[in-house]
Antibody, heavy 124, light 108 residues
């Protein structure tokens, strides 16, 4: 079965960086984009960007450009999301999610499987 | 980017009742590319509906979606205890994909 398993919770100080991993299993890794979505405590969902595991190409939300880097390791079917210059407002649960394919096999921008989430707490 | 506004913020209902959730877009959603997710406390979102009206794999038929353009609705025909959760709509017709702020369905 499709699974996305994320790394554990992190506590970081303001100004630091965090790197969260997302290991995929149960399906062919490369055809499906992986997205990152975050959720601040008690708040809604916010799309951060995506990576194409096949090519490594990325597309980041404007808000995070210059501060986020998404990479992948095809040998382990793992995707990474690194966020720099952390501030208290970055405290959130970070989810990786698999991008769905349309009936015609085209990538679409919604998410059919999600990781369990990784809580990142930014506090001095 | 497209802004999605969900209403009501909270819906208080009893098991067995019908729930109707609304999602309004700031501009027309291309090809009715709208999905609904269910999120329970401490869990990741779960895909319910895609393409505004198609149920995802394994989703019971008491969940239905409809709508087009800027107005979309999720209906739960008869609420079961497991359905009390927060529901989010999300558009994927244009980038960036955006989410509504959520509707909480709580037990009355």
């Amino acid at each position: 079965q499709v699974q996305l398993v994320q790394s554990g919770a992190e506590v970081k100080k303001p100004g630091a960086s965090v790197k969260v991993s997302c290991k995929a299993s149960g399906y062919n890794f490369t055809p499906y984009y992986i997205h990152w979505v975050r959720q601040a405590p008690g708040q809604g969902l916010e799309w951060m960007g995506l990576i194409d595991p096949s090519s490594g190409s990325t597309n980041y939300a404007l808000k995070f450009q210059g501060r986020v880097t998404m990479t992948r390791d095809t040998s382990t079917s793992t995707v990474y999301m690194e966020l720099n210059s952390l501030r208290s407002e970055d405290t959130a649960v970070y989810y990786c999610a698999r991008g769905a394919l349309s009936a015609r096999g085209v990538m679409v921008l919604y998410f059919d499987y999600w990781g369990q989430g990784t809580l990142v707490t930014v506090s001095s | 980017e497209i802004v999605l506004t969900q209403s009501p913020g909270t819906l208080s209902l009893s098991p067995g009742e019908r729930a109707t959730l609304s999602c309004r877009a700031s501009q027309s959603v291309s090809s009715n590319y709208l999905v609904w997710y269910q999120q329970k406390t401490g869990q990741a979102p779960r895909l319910l509906i895609y393409g505004a009206s198609s149920r995802a794999t394994g989703i019971p038929d008491r969940f239905s979606g409809r709508g087009s353009g800027t107005e979309f609705t999720l209906t739960i025909s008869r609420l079961e205890p497991a359905d009390f959760a927060v529901y989010y709509c999300q558009q994927y017709g244009s980038s960036p994909p955006t989410f509504g702020q959520g509707t909480k369905v709580e037990i009355k």
